[in-house]
């Protein structure tokens, strides 16, 4: 089992930066894909980003490429999601996730190779 926590979540101007964290607390995070979702008001969750267990491949969506970025640090068990240049079409509730699967050969895109979710955190940005 892997239980996440997201922070880092607000109100930001349009083309302010902010960097969502994702806390796992469980002994598999280091073996297996982490990435980031989100979801705007009407509509259904959207992939954003994802990272491989190792940290040495990522894949980010093409509606937010050259703008955010995924990292992470197996040694803290965490996941990031760096966010610049935020526009008001950013303004969704973002949710963390991790891969159902150990040392995927493949970048996990799709909810369904996703098995634990957090909570979900608001990011709001101002015209």
């Known amino acids: 089992q892997v239980q996440l926590v997201e922070s880092g979540g607000g109100l930001v101007q349009a083309g302010g930066s902010l960097r969502l964290s994702c806390a796992a607390d469980g002994r598999t995070f280091s073996s297996i894909a982490g990435g980031w979702f989100r979801r705007a008001p009407g509509k259904d969750r959207e992939f954003v980003a994802t990272?491989?267990?190792?940290?040495?491949?990522?894949l980010v969506a093409n509606s937010v490429k050259g703008r955010f970025a995924i990292s992470r640090d197996n040694a803290e068990n965490t996941l990031y999601l760096q966010m610049n240049s935020l526009q008001p079409e950013d303004t969704a509730v973002y949710y963390c996730?991790?891969?159902?699967?150990?040392?995927?050969?493949?970048?996990?895109?799709?909810?369904?190779?996703?098995?634990?979710w957090g909570q979900g955190t608001q990011v709001t940005v101002s015209s």
């Open positions: 990272i491989n267990w190792s940290g040495s491949s990522t």
């Open positions: 996730a991790m891969d159902n699967r150990a040392f995927r050969g493949i970048l996990p895109s799709t909810e369904e190779d996703y098995g634990y």
